[in-house]
C-alpha cells in the first residue's frame, strides 16, 4: 500500500467513524490522552454550541479540534510508534480525518448562522392578502350575490360583492394567459366571470345534520375554519368552544399566497339562490323545498373570487415547461406552509385548487375547501386508526399508499406528513399534459401500484422536475421527499444552476454565496415596484423564510443523485 493511497484510508476512516458514530465519549478520550501525555487529573470538557451543529453531529460534546491534535501526537506516539510506517501513516491520517471534521463543523456553524439570519430577514416580511381588511360584512344581507361558479359535494359557491369593499379596478373580464418564451403557438385566452363586478366569492356550506344554531354548525363545521383570518368571526362567536371532530379549537394557519383565505364566516338562513331547485334541491330546508333534506341555517364562507380551478385551466391549455415547474412548485410551497403549522389537507386534487394570473400572467394557484383537512392541535399529523370508522381524507384515488393500505387496530396511526406531498406528484402529471395516472382513465392504484408501472412524462419537461415527481410518488414515505425538500429541489433547478454546476460536488460556502446573492435579489425586486408581487417573487421569498441548511443540503444531493443515474444511464446507452 502506497502512502497516498494509506492517508487516503486513514481519512475516510477518520470521516467513516465519526459519522457512524463509533467514537466514545470525545470527552473522556481527549481527558485520557491529556493525563496519559501530561500526567495531570482530567481536564474539564469544552462544551460546543450544540445549536448550530448538524443533528447527526449534535449527541458530540467536545472539541473535535483537541481530539485530532492529541490522535496526531501523543495516540500516535505513545500507542502506534512501534508500528510498521503503513501503520503510522493510516492512524495519522485518522487523526487529520477527525480534524477535517472539526473545520467542516465550523464552517457548519457559519451557514447555519447565516441561513438564519435570512430566514429571520424574510419571515418579518409576512404575506399580506390581495384583498384590502374590511369592517362589515358578518351578515348575508350585506353581498349583492350573483351567479353560481361552482358546486361540490358539500357546498354551493356563488360569486359576491360587497358595497362596503369597493372593488379594484380592472382593464377586462378577459384573462389573458401567455405562453411560456420556449412553447410555440399563438396565445391563448380563457373568459370568466367580472372580477370587476364580483371581487368575492361566497361558499355556502350543505348542512343535513349539524342543526340549526350557530354553536352547533361551527363545531361541525369547524375544518372549514382553518384557512379564516383573525377577523373572519364576529368576536362574540370567537368565543365559542369550538370542539369538532379534530379538536378543542379551529387550528388556524396564516396567510400563505399559495393557500385560500377566508375573510368572513358567519351562519344564516339558507337562502333560494339561483339555481338551487335545479342544482341542489335535496339540500334544501323544508320551507324552500318540501322534499329537502337540509336544516334552516347554515355557514357561510366569504372569499376572493378566482377567475378558474386548476382542472378548467388545464382544460383549455397547457402549460410551457417553465411555467408548469412553477405551478408544481406553487403547490409544495403551499402544502409545506400547511404541514408547518399542523394541518394536512387530504383531499388534494385540481378541482381543489383555484387559479389567477399576475402581471407577468403566470398562473397563481392557490389551494382551497379544507372540508376534509386533518387538524390536530398537537400538530403530529398523525390520526389514530383504530376503527374502520375513522375517516381518511377525502379522494381515495389520491391517497398517499400509507394511507389506503392502513389497517385499523390498535395503537395504529396513519402519518399524513408526506401524504399531500405524494398528491402532489400526482397531480403533477395533470399539469404537463398527461392522464392523473391514479384516476380510473388510467388504472393505477395507489393501494398496490409499482414505481416502474408510472406513466413516463413527456420529454419536455425538465429532468429535475420529473426526479422531483418520480421521488414525491415513492411508495415508501420514509423513501419520499417531504414537501419542503421537494420544492427546495425546484427552487434549485429553476434559480440556482450556477450553485450545482461544479460536477464534483456541492460545497456549503458555495450554497451560501449563492443564498445572499438571491436574497439581495428578492430584496431589491421587493423595494422597485410590482415586480415584487409576481410569482416568481412570492416563491423566492417563500423558500427564504423556510430556509433550512439540512433540507437544503437533502435536496441538493437528491439533485446530485439524479444527474449521475442519468448519466450513467447516458454512458449504458
Not at 360587497?162 to 378577459?174: I, N
Not at 389567477?356 to 392557490?366: K, Y
Not at 395516472?437 to 388510467?442: K, L, S, T
Amino acid at each position: 500500500m502506497s502512502v497516498k493511497h494509506a492517508i487516503s484510508r486513514g481519512l475516510e476512516l477518520g470521516r467513516s467513524v465519526f459519522q457512524l458514530g463509533l467514537l466514545k465519549s470525545g470527552g473522556r478520550v481527549v481527558a485520557k490522552l491529556r493525563a496519559d501525555r501530561l500526567r495531570v487529573g482530567p481536564s474539564v470538557r469544552t462544551v460546543q454550541p450544540q445549536a448550530f451543529l448538524p443533528s447527526r453531529y449534535r449527541y458530540y460534546r467536545t472539541s473535535l479540534k483537541g481530539l485530532a491534535a492529541q490522535l496526531q501526537s501523543a495516540g500516535f506516539r505513545r500507542r502506534f510508534g512501534g508500528g510498521s510506517p503503513r501503520n503510522r501513516a493510516v492512524f495519522l491520517a485518522f487523526g487529520l480525518g477527525v480534524g477535517l471534521i472539526e473545520q467542516q463543523l465550523e464552517d457548519d456553524r457559519r451557514s447555519a448562522a447565516t441561513c438564519q439570519e435570512i430566514q429571520a430577514v424574510f419571515r418579518k416580511k409576512r404575506f399580506q392578502s390581495p384583498l384590502k381588511p374590511f369592517a362589515s360584512g358578518y351578515k348575508l344581507e350585506d353581498y349583492i350575490i350573483g351567479s353560481q361558479i361552482g358546486k361540490g359535494s358539500n357546498a354551493a359557491v356563488y360569486e359576491a360583492a360587497a358595497p362596503f369593499a369597493p372593488p379594484k379596478e380592472s382593464k377586462s373580464s378577459l384573462v389573458e394567459l401567455r405562453e411560456d418564451e420556449e412553447e410555440v403557438g399563438t396565445a391563448r385566452s380563457l373568459t370568466c366571470c367580472s372580477l370587476k363586478t364580483f371581487p368575492l366569492a361566497i361558499k355556502m356550506m350543505w348542512n343535513f345534520g349539524a342543526g340549526s344554531s350557530s354553536e352547533s354548525i361551527l363545531k361541525a363545521m369547524s375544518q372549514e375554519l382553518v384557512p379564516a383570518g383573525p377577523l373572519a368571526l364576529k368576536q362574540e362567536k370567537e368565543q365559542i368552544t369550538l370542539d369538532g371532530e379534530f379538536g378543542v379549537l379551529p387550528k388556524r394557519v396564516s396567510a400563505h399566497p399559495n393557500v385560500i383565505r377566508v375573510h368572513r364566516a358567519f351562519t344564516a338562513d339558507v337562502p333560494l339562490l339561483p339555481g338551487a331547485q335545479e342544482e341542489y334541491p335535496d339540500v334544501l330546508p323544508a320551507r324552500l323545498n318540501p322534499a329537502g333534506l337540509g336544516n334552516n341555517r347554515t355557514l357561510f364562507l366569504v372569499m376572493k373570487n378566482y377567475p378558474c380551478t386548476l382542472r378548467q385551466y388545464l382544460e383549455a391549455s397547457t402549460p410551457g415547461r417553465r411555467l408548469g415547474s412553477l405551478m408544481v412548485l406553487q403547490l409544495l410551497e403551499g402544502v409545506d406552509h400547511l404541514c408547518r403549522q399542523g394541518v394536512a389537507h387530504r383531499d388534494l386534487k385540481s378541482d381543489n385548487v383555484l387559479m389567477e394570473f399576475d402581471s407577468d400572467g403566470c398562473p397563481r394557484l392557490v389551494i382551497t375547501d379544507f372540508g376534509c383537512c386533518l387538524a390536530q392541535t398537537d400538530s403530529s399529523l398523525q390520526l389514530p386508526f383504530n376503527s374502520m370508522w375513522v375517516n381518511r381524507g377525502g379522494n381515495a384515488s389520491l391517497m398517499a399508499p400509507e394511507v389506503t393500505t392502513a389497517v385499523p387496530g390498535c395503537g395504529v396511526v396513519i402519518d399524513y406528513s408526506k401524504a399531500d406531498a405524494w398528491a402532489v406528484g400526482a397531480i403533477s402529471y395533470e399539469i404537463f399534459g398527461q392522464q392523473n395516472p391514479f384516476y380510473r382513465a388510467v388504472g393505477l392504484e395507489s393501494r398496490s401500484y409499482q414505481e416502474k408501472q408510472l406513466p413516463p412524462l413527456p420529454s419536455s419537461v425538465p429532468a429535475d422536475v420529473q426526479l422531483v415527481i418520480r421521488l414525491l410518488l415513492r411508495r415508501n414515505p420514509s423513501k419520499r421527499p417531504s414537501a419542503r425538500v421537494a420544492a427546495n429541489m425546484l427552487h434549485l433547478s429553476l434559480w440556482g444552476r450556477k450553485a450545482l454546476a461544479n460536477q464534483d460536488g456541492v460545497g456549503t460556502r458555495k450554497l451560501v454565496d449563492w443564498l445572499l446573492c438571491q436574497s439581495a435579489v428578492v430584496l431589491l425586486r421587493g423595494c422597485s415596484g410590482p415586480s415584487g408581487n409576481t410569482v416568481e417573487a412570492e416563491l423566492q421569498r417563500s423558500f427564504l423564510s423556510n430556509l433550512d441548511l439540512e433540507d437544503l443540503r437533502t435536496a441538493v444531493g437528491f439533485l446530485l443523485y439524479g444527474r449521475e443515474q442519468r448519466q450513467a444511464c447516458i454512458l449504458s446507452a
